[in-house]
């Protein structure tokens, strides 16, 4: 009162003519539009950004969701998990079950591509409560009379209920049906017989008591928040990159589509479903590149595919060396006869010829003398690219013609984007693209080229990335590689973020390959392949083990098929044709790979060896994958298995079956010795096999 009094005082004391200021007490706040809804319900989980971005999901997953609901008092609550494909026009709901200590979970299982939509409901469940607390009167013999009379009516509430109907559930229930139980139950109560209290606490009861429950004052979580539902392409696949234009068998001679064709029976030979092309579009002569990034090219250098645009066309069109759009489609057909899907490179950028610069010259920044500002990373410069200004007044024009090039390419077939550095163009642009092509095609995939900060690589895969390459490349240690893949496989990362692991790609010859030689490349490949449900190689030249950087210290390949034409000695000897095949085809027959929340890491007495473990959701599979990470020598240690955890009887053996080199080991108890040498085999990857005993009374591995 008295800091009211003093604020009184100096308002009286204001100038003649100014408004006073109003205060309201303290205790002032804004009565709940029902104040009868006594039920919070908080920290729902997933929920990303409090709900600004929506989780992701594959077709068919299920979708389970927390949340803590509780009341004042002792009270009995219900809760329910309400979901909806986005259009439907109204809500399931699944009952949630207590976990205790006020937390409820369920789960919905989402059966259509595209967007969907939940919340949490939850409401003071008078019949629940009133049953719960007849029960224990009941059990201390107690006069439960006028209880009876209380429940019943209740129930006798329900039955008025029953044919208006209150959950999805009960609209597609006999209303009438339901309606004359329940007023028989209520009069079976009423009645207070000897079997009153008994059927009062009946589990039938129960289950129409929650179909009609009241609802009147149910409380709703404030959001409503999202799924996005995906293909399973979207998240299990392995993918390779080769450039077309060196498909050709004749040195010099520019490869086309039909050579491409020619390739894929030799890529689906390795197990691959995703063919990624980089640029296939024209390639800019103004400023070309010429070999190893020179800024000075020779009449013959073809250009990096990335300067995208000269008089042929730009985004739309195809590089006539390669073929043309009847070819494109061709190879489209070609490939999925081999059970491969093409992806195709989405570089926003342009040469300093595409039709664009002079079309719409207004999409460029210009320089005080008039020229166009060309790419540049200080001190690299790239002068056969403009990337286009986001900042032009003309932005609405740019961002509906961007999102023409895509949809030019969905109509070609193409169902697979790379997207080339996002993190340079503008992220609202890609939350809207991304969401217009996802609206009419939810097949769509977008693979983020973005090598870039954490905060702005997970940035783009919460507004529509499907997958993003990452920082794989760059984990070697054991404790790296831990670290970084627990992040995104068991943190909150996991709900939106697809990581697609590259040991490799035509900028990336990481110092691990350069000097681990081929033992070094088969240990990233199998990591990659095994830690991941995605991933990719850049062939040939990774399953050639190609490793000569460009000088001492850089990370790029040396005669890089980015600025050249390059002919391929396929049958090569010391090849990972084969070994790339079987781990595919392994992939292909174990689920266990075909997930990423289902990763656990494993303790190995040594710092080179790292174990982990996946299993598919009914536990029928498990895998268990060991790696040697030391390219130069043998290591040995022993591995520490929780067998509980993986479904074994501690006092059974088991066996672990290497499907690598079908090698069978019969172990013993959670410690057992492994010993890999890089000059060999450099992993293990088994599958557990437990001890069963058949009705003939003889043990075998199953």
């Known amino acids: 009162m008295k800091e009211e009094e003093r604020r009184k005082k100096e308002d009286a004391a204001q100038e003649p003519g100014r408004k006073k200021t109003e205060y309201l007490p303290s205790s002032f706040f804004h009565f709940p539009l029902e104040g009868r809804s006594r039920v919070i319900i908080e920290d729902v989980t997933p929920e990303i950004d409090g709900g600004r971005f929506p989780i992701k999901r594959i077709l068919s997953d299920e979708t389970t969701v927390e949340a803590n609901c509780l009341t004042d008092g002792h009270d009995a609550l219900s809760c329910a998990l309400l979901y909806r494909k986005e259009g439907a026009a109204g809500w399931s709901d699944v009952p949630m079950e207590s976990l205790g200590n006020d937390r409820w979970r369920a789960s919905f299982r989402v059966t259509e591509l595209g967007r969907y939509h939940y919340t949490v409901q939850a409401w003071v469940d008078h019949f629940k409560g009133w049953a719960r607390d007849l029960g224990k009167r009941v059990q201390a013999g107690q006069d439960v009379a006028v209880e009876l009379?209380?429940?019943?009516?209740?129930?006798?509430?329900?039955?008025?209920?029953?044919?208006?109907?209150?959950?999805?559930a009960a609209a597609t229930a006999s209303w009438l049906?339901?309606?004359?139980?329940?007023?028989?139950?209520?009069?079976?109560?009423?009645?207070?017989?000897?079997?009153?209290?008994?059927?009062?606490?009946?589990?039938?009861l129960a289950r129409l008591m929650s179909l009609y429950a009241e609802r009147s004052f149910a409380a709703t979580y404030e959001r409503e928040l999202a799924v996005i539902v995906d293909r399973e392409?979207?998240?299990?696949?392995?993918?390779?990159e080769l450039f077309p234009r060196s498909t050709s068998n004749e040195p010099g001679r520019h490869g086309t589509f039909r050579d491409v064709e020619q390739r894929l029976p030799y890529i689906a030979s390795m197990g691959f479903d995703v063919l990624y092309l980089p640029p296939i579009h024209p390639i800019?002569?103004?400023?070309?590149?010429?070999?190893?990034?020179?800024?000075?090219?020779?009449?013959d250098d073809p250009g990096s595919p990335w300067a995208i645009g000269a008089q042929e066309g730009g985004h739309k069109a195809i590089h006539p060396e390669l073929g043309t759009i009847e070819d494109f489609h061709h190879l489209v057909a070609a490939a999925a006869q081999h059970g491969i899907e093409l992806a195709l490179d989405i570089a926003f950028q342009c040469a300093p010829d595409h039709p664009y610069v002079t079309e719409h010259p207004?999409?460029?920044?210009?320089?005080?003398?008039?020229?166009?500002?060309?790419?540049?990373n200080p001190p690299k410069k790239y002068q056969d690219i403009y990337p286009f200004d986001f900042e032009t007044e003309q932005w609405p024009e740019l961002w509906?013609?961007?999102?023409?090039?895509?949809?030019?390419?969905?109509?070609?077939?193409?169902?697979?984007?790379?997207?080339?550095?996002?993190?340079?163009?503008?992220?609202?642009?890609?939350e809207w693209l991304i969401a217009e092509i996802k609206r009419d095609c939810p097949e769509a995939i977008f693979l983020a080229e973005a090598f870039t900060r954490p905060a702005a690589l997970y940035g783009l895969a919460k507004r529509g990335f499907t997958q993003s390459y990452n920082y794989f490349p760059w984990r070697n240690t054991k404790w790296e590689l831990t670290q970084y893949l627990t992040e995104i496989t068991q943190t909150q990362v996991k709900e939106y973020f697809g990581a697609n692991l590259w040991p490799n790609t035509p900028d990336i010859l990481t110092e691990y390959l350069q000097y681990g030689g081929r033992p070094a490349h088969i240990t990233r490949f199998v990591l990659a392949a095994t830690l991941g449900p995605a991933y990719g190689i850049y062939g040939p030249v990774f399953e050639l083990c190609e490793n000569r950087p460009v000088a001492p210290g850089r990370e790029e390949y040396l005669d890089s098929e980015k600025y050249e034409i390059k002919t391929w000695d396929l049958e090569r000897p010391g090849s990972l044709r084969g070994l790339i095949g079987r781990?595919?085809?392994?992939?292909?027959?174990?689920?266990?790979?075909?997930?990423?929340?289902?990763?656990?890491?494993?303790?190995?007495?040594?710092?080179?060896?790292?174990?982990?473990?996946?299993?598919?959701?009914?536990?029928?599979n498990e895998v268990l994958v060991v790696v040697n990470l030391d390219p130069h020598y043998r290591q040995s240690g022993f591995i520490s298995l929780p067998l509980e955890d993986l479904g074994l009887d501690p006092r059974q053996p088991y066996q672990a079956h290497d499907l690598l080199t079908d090698a069978r080991y019969l172990w013993h108890g959670s410690r057992n010795y492994v010993e890999l040498d890089p000059q060999r085999i450099p992993a293990h990857i088994f599958v557990i096999r437990r001890k069963v005993r058949t009705e003939h009374d003889f043990d075998y591995f199953l």
């Not at 017989?193 to 059927?199: C, F, K, L, S, T």
């Not at 392409?233 to 390779?240: G, L, T």
């Not at 949809?407 to 992220?427: A, E, L």
Request: glycine share 6%.
């Open 233 to 240: 392409r979207a998240r299990f696949a392995a993918w390779y």
């Open 583 to 620: 781990v595919n085809q392994i992939r292909r027959e174990n689920p266990a790979f075909h997930a990423n929340h289902n990763l656990r890491f494993h303790d190995v007495d040594n710092d080179q060896i790292i174990a982990y473990s996946k299993s598919n959701e009914d536990r029928s």
């Open 362 to 376: 207004e999409w460029f920044r210009r320089r005080p003398d008039g020229t166009i500002q060309y790419a540049e």
């Open 149 to 168: 009379l209380i429940g019943a009516q209740l129930v006798e509430a329900a039955s008025r209920r029953a044919p208006s109907g209150c959950t999805a």
């Open 177 to 204: 049906a339901h309606a004359s139980e329940l007023a028989s139950f209520a009069e079976g109560i009423r009645s207070g017989g000897p079997d009153a209290a008994q059927q009062a606490l009946s589990p039938e």
């Open 400 to 430: 509906e013609e961007l999102k023409s090039v895509v949809q030019y390419w969905v109509d070609q077939g193409v169902r697979i984007f790379r997207v080339d550095n996002p993190h340079t163009k503008p992220f609202p642009m890609w």
């Open 284 to 299: 800019g002569r103004n400023f070309r590149k010429g070999r190893n990034n020179s800024t000075s090219a020779g009449p």
